[in-house]
T-cell receptor, first 115, second 115 residues
Framework: AQSVSQHNHHVILSEAASLELGCNYS??????LFWYVQYPGQHLQLLLK??????LVKGIKGFEAEFIKSKFSFNLRKPSVQWSDTAEYFC?????????????FGGGTRLMVKP | DAGVIQSPRHEVTEMGQEVTLRCKPI?????LFWYRQTMMRGLELLIY????????DSGMPEDRFSAKMPNASFSTLKIQPSEPRDSAVYFC?????????????FGPGTRLTVL
């Protein structure tokens, strides 16, 4: 079965700092990859997704992620964070060949941006 | 579109009581997922329906938990009897279909507290 690791559990940054959140998965086959964000007290929302093609994916609110197949990674980046980016970020993987579109989520990374 | 609707938003009950959580997926979506989120275990998939049929319930913790989807527009997650360790936020998500290219849309969640 696939698993997803987010090694940074908590990240604290100042506004305008650059962000990179790590995500690694374990599955040898083809995968679809997602990043979701959960703002305080709210539900999960999709930030971006990768299915195929250009491994650099651009999402909403200035976020991007790069799929590096050889490293089994899908790290999330943003050049300059804002206070409003304070949230919890979840990486998720769908291993093609599983029963439909089940997702396996990482443990999440809590980001706090200091104003 | 109203999005995924969950009720109640908050539930406080005493140990041993029956708890029923409700979910209305987005109209036209064929897949429905129940998740549980806790600080200790993160986001866990409990059960997954497609076209009202349970596809994978391997995440259901024990016999005290049961889920039904009597029609395409309604699902319930029942805990009987409830225990304090069931305290968590329970999310329902829906998806347009079984294709792995489909993202999941999450509801606002039900925060359950079992005293």
């Amino acid at each position: 079965a696939q698993s997803v690791s987010q090694h940074n559990h908590h990240v604290i940054l100042s506004e305008a700092a650059s962000l990179e959140l790590g995500c690694n998965y374990s599955y040898g086959g083809t995968v679809n990859l997602f990043w979701y964000v959960q703002y305080p007290g709210q539900h999960l929302q999709l930030l971006l997704k990768y299915f195929s093609g250009d491994p650099l994916v651009k999402g909403i609110k200035g976020f991007e992620a790069e799929f590096i197949k050889s490293k089994f990674s899908f790290n999330l980046r943003k050049p300059s964070v804002q206070w409003s980016d304070t949230a919890e970020y979840f990486c998720a993987v769908n291993a093609l060949g599983n029963a439909g579109n089940m997702l396996t989520f990482g443990g999440g990374t809590r980001l706090m941006v200091k104003p | 579109d109203a999005g995924v609707i969950q009720s109640p938003r908050h539930e406080v009950t005493e140990m041993g009581q029956e708890v029923t959580l409700r979910c209305k997926p987005i109209s036209g979506h064929n897949s429905l997922f129940w998740y549980r989120q806790t600080m200790m275990r993160g986001l866990e998939l409990l059960i997954y329906f497609n076209n009202n049929v349970p596809i994978d319930d391997s995440g259901m913790p024990e016999d005290r938990f049961s889920a039904k989807m009597p029609n395409a527009s309604f699902s319930t997650l029942k805990i009987q009897p409830s225990e304090p360790r069931d305290s968590a936020v329970y999310f329902c998500a829906s998806s347009p279909g079984r294709s792995s290219y489909n993202e999941q849309f999450f509801g606002p969640g039900t925060r359950l507290t079992v005293l």
